[in-house]
């Protein structure tokens, strides 16, 4: 079919390159997309560091297996290594905790082994699998996941530990603190404490061991797009309005309004990310949204995961490690955030993955740091970050000598179209506040014109939020509501 409606995509991230690619091919002619920076991508972007391609943005391919859309298309075009293709890496499901082989480092400069981590790790990963139970037994929503996960530790450890020397006892509550920590950096929040039990067990996981783009996570996007007609992106044009339900107009009923121009469409695709619409939504809709989205857009939460990539001329950590952690010796409370934040934001960089294949990419490790320490790291010079960074891996290894060669950090919060990482279920959300987010505009019962606004983007996928797959997925689902909207229309009205 060809239909002439114009439509208007908002964002060029992997969501509205995404929905473009759909329209198009189901022979949509008149679409968009108006891009506030000068390139697509969005939260995937590829960059270097010295001779190295590294990720700023998205990582992995989180469940790469056929059910995932992502690996689908990353077959496609050929951008995986051979490993990632093998059945047995798809079959491996780890419930979205990968088992990487840890090394883990003391405040005192100690080395921890295996045993030393063991316990902590176990009831830690048990009480997240319980955790993720909550929201389909009704549980108490206005609970958090950081309360359960300490007084349920508190309760075990009193139980479990109840013979082990008070030493051992602090350290490994020490480690929980860690581990806390950690689980801010997955899910993009400041602390645990803001995470809500309710819907923590909403997002889903796919089997399939978590894989990386050996040539970078643009090239998937910059695939995509080949298959698009040139000059369907307008960059560096940031929207600063949406006039939509403009009753006295039968046709175009939506005004974009950019800086330089201002275009009129059948229909528009919103696919800024959830920190954006927070700051800006007062003033990003005429009229503005109906309080029930409004609330929802309120009530998710959007927060903050930083890298700082870091390399070295050689190696401190074991050839078959993956993952280094850190654990603070004076930290048994489990308070995953800092009270001092100028002076102590380094407490929240809790953990390191190690770029694999050391061939590919020499000595680097991804330092991982989240919430309000992480926002506040962004405005550090380069130098003061590695100088922090430096003292850090000194004392936790003990060796003074230590010194990286390069750094580079992500600054997702104060990039001014992204405003933060990704989305998550804050305390007092429900599926309900997700539903709302997926709603297009005008609800449905309105007399108006209907499909003017949709809603696209990570935040607004039910269970596959904060990921590239579920961006994807909701540009794809975005589309095919408007291609099933004129499918099901007769020819003289469908602007066929
Ligand atoms: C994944 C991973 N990953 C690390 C880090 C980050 C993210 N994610 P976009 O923002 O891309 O596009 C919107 C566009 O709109 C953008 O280009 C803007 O410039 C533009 N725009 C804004 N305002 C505008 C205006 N006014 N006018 C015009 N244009 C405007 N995902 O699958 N694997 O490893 C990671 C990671 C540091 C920052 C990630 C990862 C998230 C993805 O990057 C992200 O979801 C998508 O790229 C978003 O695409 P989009 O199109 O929606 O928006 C258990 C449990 C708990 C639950 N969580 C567990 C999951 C863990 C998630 N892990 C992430 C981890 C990493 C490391």
Redesign the pocket.
Known sequence: MYVNAKIVI???????VAAAHRLVDAGFRNVRI????AR?????KTGRLGDNIIEI??????GPSEENP?FRLACKYGLLDPEALAPENQAIDCG?HPPFVPNTFCSSGRKLNAEDVHHAQEMFAELLVEGSTFATQGGEPLVSVGDFIRSAVLQRAAEKWKDIDATTRSLRLCMITSMLKLECC???SHSMDEVGLGAYGL?KTLPGLDCTFPGGYEGLVKNVMSELPSGLVTYN???RCVHWNNTERRENPVMVECDEERIAAEHVII???LG?LKKHQSTLFDPPLPLHKLHSVQRLGFGT???ILVEFDEPWWDADCESIYLVWEDEDGMVDQVTDVQRSWIRKLCAFTVLKPTERYGHVLCGWIAGHESEYMETLSEQDVTHTVTQLIRRFTGNPTITPKRILR?Q?FHEP??CG??S?PAVGCSEQDLENMVEPLPMKGSQSQPLQVLFA??ATHPCYY??????LL??WREADRLISHYSSMSPSKSKL
């Open positions: 908002i964002g060029s991230g992997i969501s509205g108006i891009e506030a920076t697509s991508g969005g939260r995937i943005g998205a990582n992995w391919i989180h992502v979205g997955i899910n993009g997002y044009q940031p929207v696919t800024v990310p954006y995961n930083n890298k992500s997702w179209w992204t990482s990704y998550y983007g990570e904060s990921t590239v797959h579920g961006a909701t540009g």
